[in-house]
């Protein structure tokens, strides 16, 4: 079968890579075309339509100033689409381009998947009725998003959440501090996002934290789309090393982290790592979004658990000072620590088991035999 999986930034492209790995394990004759990153591109074994690198714009003004861009992107993924004719189209979060890509795709035949919901249930819950017209199947990998779109009469299917699988899959670096060059003080894990708005926002707040704990090693979570050299500009002379591809094992060894907000605030939660969540953007963004989004808290841990599990600082909060506030509480109250681990605790038992990517490779199989029959 033939498979066309587009995802738009880091965290999908991790995720569709391991898809393509399941499905591949399940549909030995598949063959696969994609709009990714690197870890797809690997995974796949050919070079992206289009690569996430130059995909990513996150806020309203941001977006606005990008409109040729994602026109310009949009176009090339349509007009590839139709000369391929796949026969099974899979989405990866991303809802700007995605859905868009989907009415599309609905109108030219071609069947639908969407891996990762977009989170409509947090603004602009009316695209729900769109999904339900150009979308087939959707997975979801949040819990409590089942219920939501069964108050719409739409059936979905939870697979449980794809982390789980990177995790599992990781195999720890037992020389990781010497490699890095780092020494036997406890480590304070940077994490300021994949995209250049946050780190640009966020980084230089982090980077002053330095100052303030001088008994700690603080070390840089890279994102993959940017050089060392970019980091250099934020960080000067100042010793805090910047690592790529080694996340998972800068929290394992890490007593405390600050984390933008996304998709890292949960991969810190399951590597039980406690953390205070961050979050800035362009003002006017900020402003809108007050008025656009439905949801009590920013943080995927705190949306999951349904209760404040982890401390978030936003906006005017989300300052250097306010950062080592929390920061100092997670490392010397041992209460406080506790209380965040044992709220951990109640987030893994949410999210299940790994295996989220194997779930929806063997339902896309399986809704498209029950289709050719």
């Not at 250099?232 to 094992?249: A, K, M, R």
């Not at 406690?274 to 007050?290: C, E």
Request: charged share 20%; glycine share 6%.
């Amino acid at each position: 079968m033939k498979y066309y999986l587009i995802a738009g930034e880091t965290s999908g492209d991790l995720h569709g890579a391991n898809l393509i790995h399941a499905l591949k394990r399940e549909d030995r004759q598949a063959t696969f075309h994609i709009v990714g990153g690197d870890k797809m591109k690997e995974a796949a074994g050919l070079q992206p339509v289009i690569h996430t690198s130059v995909m990513a714009y996150m806020g309203f003004i941001e977006v606005l100033k990008n409109l040729g861009k994602i026109r310009r992107n949009l176009k090339i993924i349509k007009s590839d689409i139709q000369k391929i004719k796949p026969d099974i189209l899979i989405l990866i979060d991303f809802p700007g381009l995605n859905l868009k890509i989907a009415e599309f795709a609905k109108k030219i035949g071609i069947h639908t998947c969407y891996y990762i919901s977009p989170k409509i249930w947090a603004w602009n819950r009316s695209r729900v009725h769109k999904i339900k017209k150009v979308v087939d199947h959707m997975f979801c990998i949040l819990p409590f998003e089942v219920d939501f779109y069964k108050t719409y009469s739409y059936r979905v299917d939870y697979v449980g959440n794809p982390l789980l699988d990177a995790i599992a899959a990781h195999t720890p670096n037992p020389n990781f501090t010497e490699r890095n060059g780092l020494n036997e003080r406890p480590i304070i894990a940077l994490l300021p996002g994949s995209r250049q708005m946050e780190i640009e926002k966020l980084l230089p707040e982090m980077i002053d934290l330095y100052y303030l704990f001088p008994a700690h090693q603080f070390v840089i979570a890279g994102a993959p789309d940017f050089s060392e050299a970019y980091y250099s500009q934020f960080i000067g002379e100042l010793p805090i090393p910047v690592v790529f591809q080694q996340t998972y094992d800068l929290l394992q060894h890490a007593e405390a982290a600050v984390v933008t907000s996304g998709t890292a605030t949960l991969e810190t939660a399951i590597l039980k790592v406690p953390q205070v969540v961050v979050y800035k953007a362009n003002t006017i963004t900020v402003w809108i979004a007050k008025w656009l989004v439905n949801v009590k808290f920013i943080s995927l841990v705190n949306l999951i658990n349904g209760f404040l599990s982890v401390r978030e600082l936003i906006q005017e909060d989300c300052n250097t000072r306010t950062i080592a506030d929390e920061l100092d509480e997670l490392i010397n109250n041992p209460a406080l620590r506790s209380s965040v681990l044992e709220n951990y605790d109640i987030l893994a038992e949410k999210l299940g088991e790994p295996g989220a990517s194997e779930k929806t490779a063997k339902l896309i199989v399986a809704y498209s035999s029950e289709r050719a029959n």
